[in-house]
């Protein structure tokens, strides 16, 4: 595998093939605020790719369990295998499926949907993840400029009307720049 690297990265390592699957370099401010997060939580990381969030927050963290879902066959590899490279297996439990079947309702105090395109899809399955009590929901969505705070916004707004759940809006913020 000529293409195959592995990437250090705010201490944590990703092992992964450039040609075969996606990794931003960038965004590492992003990443390491999502890597803190509360002791003994459950967390739901929906498009875990490689394990962008699900490493980090097992590796900085304390959490009860990550449980870490991807669709793409190639991906779901690096994902098992980073998890295996930063000693995080009895934190992160990888599931190989489409986030619309495979993520679980009603167990998560936090959710990442870390994805671009077409997140808003997949709003409700994120929300049903959470807790009963409620939890939080970390939302990401590609957005032309000028909708970009307004849009995300209705679309949780409504997502959580929809199923009956109030909604408190904690912080906005453009992460990076997104283009082909």
Do not use: W
């Not at 930063?86 to 934190?91: A, G």
């Amino acid at each position: 595998h000529g293409t195959e690297t592995i990437h250090k990265e705010n201490d944590c390592l990703f092992k992964l093939d450039v040609t075969k699957v996606m990794f931003s370099k960038g965004n590492l401010a992003e990443k390491k605020l999502m890597s803190v997060v509360a002791p003994d939580e459950i967390v739901v990381d929906m498009f875990a790719g490689i394990g962008y969030f699900s490493i980090p927050i097992a590796v900085h963290s304390s959490p009860k369990k990550v449980i870490s879902i991807e669709l793409n066959p190639v991906s779901f590899g690096y994902l098992q295998e980073n998890i295996c490279l930063n000693h995080v297996e009895s934190l992160v439990e990888p599931i190989l499926g489409d986030c619309a079947i495979a993520t679980p309702e009603g167990v998560a105090d936090r959710v990442i949907m870390g994805y671009v395109e077409k997140t808003h899809n997949y709003l409700s399955k994120g929300i049903k993840a959470l807790k009963p009590e409620g939890g939080m929901l970390h939302y990401h969505e590609t957005t032309p400029e000028r909708l970009v705070f307004e849009r995300p916004l209705n679309r949780i707004q409504k997502a959580a009307l929809q199923l009956g759940k109030k909604v408190e809006i904690i912080q906005t913020r453009r992460i990076k720049k997104y283009s082909p």
